[in-house]
């Protein structure tokens, strides 16, 4: 940091992420943070909306941060680089939100922006002795695998359309910074998943029972009939904000 310690030059700011192709707990938070008929006016609009980043921290909190977990932060960032980004790439795109060192929670939370967006990097650390010194363990060595300097990305609307045409209508988007594979490096995508009606009803009945609606409690004579809507698979749709291209998964959210 410029004025702190060796400026880990433009240390600022920080899904989660998805791994292979999108775990069930990734899957479930999307559709928490749904509300479908505003997601079905949001895609007619073709706007695709990020998922907040963490708040910056001031520059006297991000310094005082800095020093007192310097060595915590240190090691995070050379793990990120050591994945494929250049140090350079990495000043100017990776800013610093947040470093914890606490029994059982020790993690480093980066802010990654390029253009038009924003992602929240979590990198969460374990560690062994070796000689009396603290190895760490990174997670972001996992999550991101190989990575190579990102240069360009499309316009969300853009990424938005092209959702669409992959998808149809979708709901729960996010921004993400992942592999979706083992055999190709980490991209940014724009992550969402496709909205049927089985899957419309839940979310409704979800948001209905949340408000304590008593006429959205079901039937008991309707009970097999949702939960085999509830079984049913859900299309997940990924764009990669480079070049593009769609690449669609599945999974099942179940009762």
Known sequence: MRGCIPLLSGIRTSLTLLLP???AFIVLA???SIEVAKSASLAKEGDASLSPAASPLSARESCANYQANSELVESSKRAI????FSEKYFDEH???VNAVDKPGDIRVVWRFSIREYEVSVTDSIGYYTKTQKKIYVHSVRNTLGSTRDIAKTIPKRRAAALMRSCLGEYAGEAIILTKLSTAEPASLYLAAHSVNAALRTLINQKS???????HSRPNANDQPERESNIKRPITLGYINLETGKCTKGQTAVMP
């Open 21 to 23: 192709v999108l775990n």
């Open 30 to 32: 999307l559709i928490a």
């Open 81 to 84: 680089i050591e994945t494929g």
């Open 94 to 96: 990776f800013h610093l």
């Open 208 to 214: 209905d029972q949340e408000l304590g609606n008593d």
